[in-house]
């Protein structure tokens, strides 16, 4: 009761005549075949070498199967390798390696030649013959390792890159409070390193404890402020109410440390001393509330105050170990004089930083004489002597206008240059004229 279906009526359609493609071993090549019918066979002779190169033999057998050319490569065979040598070639360096005669498409393995070639590698070489031809791979060739010794290649480096591979590269360790930047890298066996250990920030705050590092003194609780601060960098210290900081904290290497001897938070000094200071600025004692290390007493022009140093929360005259002002005598004295002025033939150094109402007598020189001195005053020089060429003096001054003569010099233009200094003679004569002198 079955239907069986006849195929042998079906028949495969012919071949056409053309070029068809065709693959033996790693070359290809265009073949030219007849018209055939559907099963119908064509031997190329010498096709093997047409399609692979020259390095293959026999002939190809082309089957038509329904319109489409199949070509059989089963009969071409590849040329074996005789005994010879061949090139192998690792970086930039070429050597000529020995090998053994070989059938086609088998290999052979030349050990340790890498060195051979390149004494920067190591490992096996490998040898193909494949239609007669040798072929080198150099693949299995690894590169030197290298062995970097970190901290001498990088300063304060911990190690981490013992053992490096070729091409590879590698990012040290760093000591405490370093942070790598840039890396080490091993080529062939040699290394090259871009790589720094760069001290690190201070990122936290210090803490609380750190800070009381003594007894003598009361920081501030909290120094938020001082987080992320640069290495080598300072941070204020906080200090409690009435006391003032006379250290910093500094940033080393991620570290804060107190910069500073102790005591390093000292009491302000609040209270200005209540003392009469004769020839004082009215005044002068507010710049010297809530100061940190004292301040100096502002006096009236020719007189000179002394200096306030702020101890323990008191003032003290001059140092620690002075008088409380109370008990100092006098805070504004006669202001003492500076440089002595430029004389001419003269020198004045001796004369130089005189006291109040203290005079000196400069030397002349080039064969000059001298005449008057030098005075101070209020922290001014009025007395100005001159250096005279011999034969030449001044008069007595003589009535309340206060006019020099001089007379004996050699010409008009050496008198000129004298008469240069007739006001800071006048200035000296205004001084003496008030003391009868």
Same mark, same amino acid.
């Given at each position: 009761?079955?239907?069986?279906?006849?195929?042998?009526?079906?028949?495969?359609?012919?071949?056409?005549?053309?070029?068809?493609?065709?693959? !033996?071993?790693?070359?290809? @090549?265009?073949?030219? $075949?007849? %018209?055939? *019918?559907?099963? /119908?066979?064509?031997?190329? &002779? +010498?096709?093997?070498?047409?399609?692979?190169?020259?390095?293959?033999?026999?002939?190809?057998?082309?089957?038509?199967?329904?319109?489409?050319?199949?070509?059989?490569?089963?009969?071409?065979?590849?040329?074996?390798?005789?005994?010879?040598?061949?090139?192998?070639?690792?970086?930039?360096?070429?050597?000529?390696?020995?090998?053994?005669?070989?059938?086609?498409?088998?290999?052979?393995?030349?050990?340790?030649?890498?060195?051979?070639?390149?004494?920067?590698?190591?490992?096996?070489?490998? !040898?193909?013959?494949?239609? @007669?031809?040798?072929? $080198?791979? %150099?693949? *299995?060739?690894? /590169?030197?390792?290298?062995? &970097? +010794?970190?901290?001498?290649?990088?300063?304060?480096?911990?190690?981490?890159?013992?053992?490096?591979?070729?091409?590879?590269?590698?990012?040290?360790?760093?000591?405490?409070?370093?942070?790598?930047?840039?890396?080490?890298?091993?080529?062939?066996?040699?290394?090259?390193?871009?790589?720094?250990?760069?001290?690190?920030?201070?990122?936290?705050?210090?803490?609380?404890?750190?800070?009381?590092?003594?007894?003598?003194?009361?920081?501030?609780?909290?120094?938020?402020?001082?987080?992320?601060?640069?290495?080598?960098?300072?941070?204020?210290?906080?200090?409690?109410?009435?006391?003032?900081?006379?250290?910093?904290?500094?940033?080393?290497?991620?570290?804060?440390?107190?910069?500073?001897?102790?005591?390093?938070?000292?009491?302000?000094?609040?209270?200005?001393?209540?003392?009469?200071?004769?020839?004082?600025?009215?005044?002068?004692?507010?710049?010297?509330?809530?100061?940190?290390?004292?301040?100096?007493?502002?006096?009236?022009?020719?007189?000179?105050?002394?200096?306030?140093?702020?101890?323990?929360?008191?003032?003290?005259?001059?140092?620690?170990?002075?008088?409380?002002?109370?008990?100092?005598?006098?805070?504004?004295?006669?202001?003492?004089?500076?440089?002595?002025?430029?004389?001419?033939?003269?020198?004045?150094?001796?004369?130089?930083?005189?006291?109040?109402?203290?005079?000196?007598?400069?030397?002349?020189?080039?064969?000059?004489?001298?005449?008057?001195?030098?005075?101070?005053?209020?922290?001014?020089?009025?007395?100005?002597?001159?250096?005279?060429?011999?034969?030449?003096?001044?008069?007595?001054?003589?009535?309340?206008?206060?006019?020099?003569?001089?007379?004996?010099?050699?010409?008009?233009?050496?008198?000129?240059?004298?008469?240069?200094?007739?006001?800071?003679?006048?200035?000296?004569?205004?001084?003496?004229?008030?003391?009868?002198?």
């Amino acid at each position: 009761g079955g239907t069986v279906l006849d195929l042998t009526g079906c028949t495969g359609k012919p071949c056409a005549m053309g070029a068809v493609d065709v693959v !033996v071993g790693r070359g290809s @090549g265009s073949i030219n $075949v007849q %018209a055939m *019918a559907h099963g /119908g066979m064509q031997v190329v &002779a +010498d096709g093997c070498v047409a399609a692979g190169g020259t390095g293959f033999e026999g002939s190809l057998v082309m089957r038509c199967d329904a319109t489409e050319v199949v070509a059989d490569t089963s009969a071409c065979l590849g040329k074996p390798c005789a005994v010879s040598t061949v090139d192998a070639t690792l970086a930039s360096t070429t050597t000529s390696v020995p090998s053994p005669a070989l059938a086609h498409n088998t290999t052979a393995t030349l050990e340790d030649f890498c060195s051979i070639v390149d004494s920067r590698f190591t490992g096996n070489l490998s !040898v193909e013959c494949f239609a @007669g031809a040798l072929i $080198v791979d %150099a693949t *299995a060739c690894v /590169g030197l390792p290298c062995a &970097a +010794d970190v901290a001498g290649l990088v300063e304060n480096g911990a190690g981490g890159c013992e053992n490096i591979a070729s091409g590879e590269s590698c990012v040290p360790q760093c000591g405490f409070g370093f942070a790598a930047q840039g890396e080490i890298t091993c080529t062939l066996g040699l290394v090259s390193s871009t790589a720094t250990c760069a001290p690190m920030g201070c990122a936290e705050p210090p803490s609380f404890q750190m800070l009381a590092v003594d007894t003598s003194y009361r920081a501030a609780a909290g120094h938020s402020h001082c987080a992320n601060t640069p290495h080598n960098d300072t941070c204020a210290l906080k200090c409690k109410e009435g006391y003032s900081a006379l250290s910093e904290l500094h940033c080393t290497a991620g570290v804060f440390r107190l910069q500073g001897d102790a005591p390093h938070c000292v009491p302000v000094c609040a209270d200005v001393p209540q003392v009469m200071v004769a020839n004082a600025v009215q005044g002068w004692a507010a710049g010297c509330r809530a100061v940190e290390k004292g301040c100096d007493v502002q006096c009236e022009p020719g007189w000179q105050g002394a200096a306030l140093a702020c101890c323990a929360g008191a003032f003290r005259v001059g140092t620690c170990d002075g008088p409380t002002p109370d008990a100092a005598g006098p805070l504004c004295t006669a202001a003492s004089c500076g440089a002595a002025p430029i004389l001419r033939n003269g020198n004045v150094s001796a004369c130089d930083s005189l006291g109040h109402d203290e005079t000196c007598v400069p030397s002349c020189d080039g064969g000059t004489v001298v005449t008057g001195e030098f005075r101070c005053s209020f922290g001014r020089v009025v007395g100005v002597p001159a250096c005279l060429p011999p034969g030449v003096e001044t008069e007595r001054v003589m009535g309340a206008r206060g006019q020099v003569v001089a007379s004996g010099f050699a010409s008009a233009t050496e008198a000129r240059s004298w008469g240069t200094r007739a006001e800071a003679v006048l200035v000296e004569v205004a001084a003496r004229a008030g003391t009868g002198q």
